[in-house]
């Protein structure tokens, strides 16, 4: 079992920055990839960010291309999630998840993800 706990959110104004992080529980981290999805109020979940188990390879939303950068810690079992020149649309809760499987390539799908933590809201004001 993996514990994933978030922290890192908060109140920003627009064009602001955030770092999010991500602990995860468990000596296998290095063996998962990682992502950050979000969840905007009566929205879908979406996946904003994906690193591969190395980190050597990542993906991101074209929403946030060129803003937000992920990056992940094996030695510190930690995910990272810098976020900046926030926009009053990046407003949402922001989950980790793990993914224990190998895949050929990074996935994006929420059912793909085993583990997820419980959340840090992420509030950009005007």
């Known amino acids: 079992q993996v514990q994933l706990v978030e922290s890192g959110g908060g109140l920003v104004q627009a064009g602001g920055s955030l770092r999010l992080s991500c602990a995860a529980s468990?000596?296998?981290?290095?063996?998962?990839?990682m992502a950050w999805f979000r969840q905007a109020p009566g929205k879908e979940r979406e996946v904003v960010a994906v690193?591969?188990?190395?980190?050597?390879?990542?993906y991101y939303a074209d929403s946030v291309k060129g803003r937000f950068t992920i990056s992940k810690d094996n030695a510190k079992n930690t995910v990272y999630l810098q976020m900046n020149s926030l926009k009053p649309e990046d407003t949402a809760v922001y989950h980790c998840?793990?993914?224990?499987?190998?895949?050929?390539?990074?996935?994006?799908?929420?059912?793909?993800?085993?583990?997820w933590g419980q959340g840090t809201q992420v509030t950009v004001s005007s």
């Open positions: 998840a793990a993914d224990p499987f190998y895949r050929p390539s990074l996935s994006r799908a929420t059912s793909e993800y085993h583990y």
């Open positions: 468990g000596r296998t981290f290095m063996w998962y990839a």
């Open positions: 690193i591969n188990r190395s980190g050597s390879s990542t």
